[in-house]
């Protein structure tokens, strides 16, 4: 992963399988500036990173076929350094565990207030600026 200029933009993948919760991120995202892409599985989002390099990805836990924690591992696996934000509206102690020792960034809740994912969303990036 390369470090951005002051002038590039932050490009983040959304992965969810809620159409609702795709389309809001990325209006949310874009007008902060990001550029977005989403996927709406953990198969989508492998392909999407296949053409393209990403600064954060934000996936959601549970989704049909490759889950969030699959997901997780197997974007590890290609790029290690990949900040990767898990979301859910099933919270349980045991997924954040996992999620986080997989090496998530961070871990949300649905719902989320704005002002956090964005908080989190930051710092994910922070880096790469």
């Not at 393209?52 to 959601?60: N, Y």
């Not at 490759?66 to 997780?72: F, K, T, V």
Request: proline share 4%; glycine share 6%; aromatic share 6%.
């Amino acid at each position: 992963m390369t470090t951005k200029s002051p002038g590039e933009t932050i490009s983040i993948l959304v992965v969810d399988d809620e159409r609702s919760m795709r389309e809001f991120l990325k209006i949310l995202l874009q007008k902060e500036g990001y550029q977005v892409k989403a996927a709406q599985n953990g198969e989508a989002a492998l392909e999407c990173m296949d053409g393209e390099e990403f600064d954060l990805v934000i996936s959601d836990i549970r989704m049909p076929g490759m889950g969030g924690l699959e997901l997780l591992e197997a974007i590890k696996e290609r790029c290690h350094e990949l900040p990767v934000i898990m979301i859910t509206a099933f919270a349980s102690p045991d997924d954040a565990v996992m999620a986080m020792k997989n090496g998530a960034f961070d871990y949300i809740s649905k719902p989320f207030n704005v002002d956090e994912i964005k908080s989190v969303i930051e710092s994910a990036t922070r880096k790469n600026r």
